[in-house]
């Protein structure tokens, strides 16, 4: 059965420093994945996304993640937090066999300090 | 910004009481989708469409419904409003395929009384 775990509903980091969002998945097939940020009172919007190409994958505003088949994961990262990064992040994964499957994750709030 | 619009943004509305959610998109996508956000939570879809007159329930069973008659229209309507409905509504859409990127709007945020 198709699932996302985010193994933290809250990270709270200083500016400047590195940011990890941790995401495991299970799929039965080659899944895409996928990493949204929710601002407050805004819809969703993608930072980035794997489709069986590149194991990392760079998304907008410094966010990178690294798909790892043997561990089932797709941590998001970044290099050095800023203030605006503060947000609910969701991992999705989805696939079309056996019928059309999007899993969100619980999502994780960033909080970022100064 | 992605051009997928919702009205309401927000309301506030009495038990029994039939609302309509509208969402529209000028990307002239093919896929639409209906998600329901409880505060602090995941996502759960509740209904999806392949293209003109196609609709199919998500996971998340929902006393809702919607049509699609145009490519850039896809609303969704409660008949009667209870408290159990109140909740963030997103829409969605996608160009490709269904498990392409997905285009959000702001969503609707609907509390019953």
């Known amino acids: 059965a198709q699932s996302v775990t985010q193994l933290d509903s809250h990270v709270s980091v200083s500016e400047g420093t590195p940011v990890l969002l941790r995401c495991n998945y299970s799929?039965?097939?080659?899944?895409?994945l996928f990493w949204y940020v929710q601002h407050p009172n805004k819809g969703l919007q993608l930072l980035l996304k794997y489709t069986s190409a590149a194991t990392l994958v760079k998304g907008i505003n410094g966010f990178e993640a690294e798909f790892k088949k043997s561990e089932t994961s797709f941590h998001l990262t970044k290099p050095s937090a800023h203030m605006s990064d503060a947000a609910e992040y969701f991992c999705v994964v989805s696939d079309s066999t056996g019928g059309f499957k999007t899993i969100f994750g619980a999502g994780t709030r960033l909080f970022v300090k100064a | 910004e992605a051009d997928i619009y919702q009205t309401p943004r927000y309301l506030v509305i009495g038990t029994g009481k039939k609302i309509t959610l509208e969402c529209s998109q000028t990307m002239g996508h093919d896929k639409m989708y209906w998600y329901q956000q409880d505060p602090g939570m995941e996502l759960h879809l509740i209904h999806y469409?392949?293209?003109?007159?196609?609709?199919e329930k998500g996971d998340l069973s929902s006393e809702s419904t919607v049509s699609r008659i145009r490519t850039e229209h896809f609303p969704l309507t409660l008949e009667s409003a209870r408290p159990s409905h109140t909740s963030q509504y997103l829409c969605?859409?996608?160009?490709?395929?269904?498990?392409?990127?997905?285009?959000f709007g702001p969503g609707t945020r609907l509390t019953v009384l």
């Open positions: 969605a859409s996608s160009e490709f395929s269904l498990t392409d990127t997905q285009y």
């Open positions: 799929s039965s097939y080659s899944p895409s």
């Open positions: 469409s392949y293209g003109v007159n196609s609709t």
